[in-house]
């Protein structure tokens, strides 16, 4: 006579994805998992982009969650394109530009003003944007160089 035991472990699937197949990857891999098991998932943005936040059966801004298998589960990483920003003055001592230089995500409206300094007089934008007016929106699409140009006057 034998006595044979099976026992059964339950599993469960975890899908890791991303919303932007270009704008970053996640790790580990989508797979099966034992009941309980805990998996930290990490969210590596590629260039160009930054990790905004976790979807699905996760949530949180930090890059990286801890999902414990009880059920079948989902963690989507959701990356955001971004844009540089580079800001200039043609002198350093005729003025100044209140937006600063940095990363903006995609389709942000970035508003810059130009204040001549004393025996100073705001003359023109230059670079990814034109116009006389000291004040302008620039739309981030798209990596932007802007100098503010500054004349005695």
Same mark, same amino acid.
């Given at each position: 006579n034998k006595n044979i035991t099976v026992s059964f472990i339950k599993t469960y699937d975890l899908t890791? &994805? *991303?919303?932007?197949?270009d704008g970053g990857t996640v790790t580990p891999a989508s797979g099966t998992y034992d009941e309980g098991t805990e998996i930290t998932v990490t969210a590596t943005p590629a260039a160009g982009y930054r990790f905004d936040k976790w979807s699905g059966d996760?949530?949180?801004?930090?890059? &990286? *969650?801890?999902?414990t298998l009880n059920a079948y589960k989902t963690a989507t990483a959701e990356f955001v394109k971004v844009y540089t920003l580079t800001v200039a003055v043609n002198?350093?001592?005729?003025?100044?530009v209140t937006a600063v230089s940095g990363t903006y995500d995609t389709g942000s409206t970035v508003t810059m003003t130009a204040t001549p300094a004393t025996g100073y007089i705001f003359s023109r934008w230059e670079g990814d944007a034109a116009g006389t007016d000291a004040t302008i929106e620039v739309t981030m699409n798209a990596d932007k160089n802007i100098t503010a140009r500054f004349v005695p006057g």
């Open positions: 890791a &994805s *991303v919303n932007n197949a996760t949530s949180g801004t930090d890059p &990286s *969650v801890t999902v002198d350093e001592a005729g003025g100044t």
